[in-house]
T-cell receptor, first 112, second 118 residues
């Protein structure tokens, strides 16, 4: 099935470093979402973006909705060990009821 | 807790067996989604319910997959004659409403059922 192209696939960083990951699509989406998934759990919403060009922050997280509506990025500043997990982008569009299309995920490892 | 719950959390089936996976959404949530997450991949949409009506089943990979939500609350995903390629985590999500009304109606995910087909 269709998935968004998310990169990088994995990142190994030191505590305190900043992280950036992005997501691209061949299709336009009306809403971009970023989720975090911990082992054995379902994804949890971090940030939702509704307008092209929108830049939104949630604590140490900042995300942007690309102007073309075909891409988005997520930045995490000053990473801490609890940031470890898998981050997914997701696009919402094409239906009226909230069907999500997910990226393949970015595995983040933070070394203390 | 008041979150989405799924059972069983783990299921091992022999190829050819039928399985049934249960989802208890958050009370009062109208919309319910099923996703399939293969190892190392993001979730992929399977089907969508608004109350008891199954409005989209376009993501179901074959006619061996069947989902129901007869009373508009609990949902069951059934897989008949399981195959090895069915091995995955099956995630259920619910939201208060369906649709996009100028803001996203957040989908709350359950912990998933990990299905292993031998």
């Amino acid at each position: 099935g269709q998935q968004l192209n998310q990169s990088p696939q994995s990142m190994f960083i030191q505590e305190g470093e900043d992280v950036s990951m992005n997501c691209t699509s061949s299709s336009i989406f009306n809403t971009w979402l970023w989720y975090k998934q911990d082992p054995g759990e379902g994804p949890v919403l971090l940030i939702a973006l509704y307008k092209a060009g929108e830049l939104t922050s949630n604590g140490r997280l900042t995300a942007q909705f690309g102007i073309t509506r075909k891409d988005s990025f997520l930045n995490i500043s000053a990473s801490i060990p609890s940031d470890v997990g898998i981050y997914f982008c997701a696009g919402l569009g094409g239906t009226s009821y909230g069907k999500l299309t997910f990226g393949q995920g970015t595995i983040l490892t933070v070394h203390p | 807790g008041a979150g989405v719950s799924q059972s069983p959390r783990y299921k091992v089936a022999k190829r050819g067996q039928d399985v049934a996976l249960r989802c208890d959404p958050i009370s009062g949530h109208v919309s319910l989604f099923w996703y399939q997450q293969a190892l190392g991949q993001g979730p992929e949409f399977l089907t969508y319910f608004q109350n008891e009506a199954q409005l989209d089943k376009s993501g179901l990979p074959s006619d061996r997959f069947f989902a129901e939500r007869p009373e508009g609350s609990v949902s069951t995903l059934k897989i008949q004659r399981t195959q090895q390629e069915d091995s995955a985590v099956y995630l259920c999500a619910s939201s208060l409403e369906g649709g996009w009304y100028g803001s996203y109606n957040e989908q709350f995910f359950g912990p998933g059922t990990r299905l292993t087909v031998l």
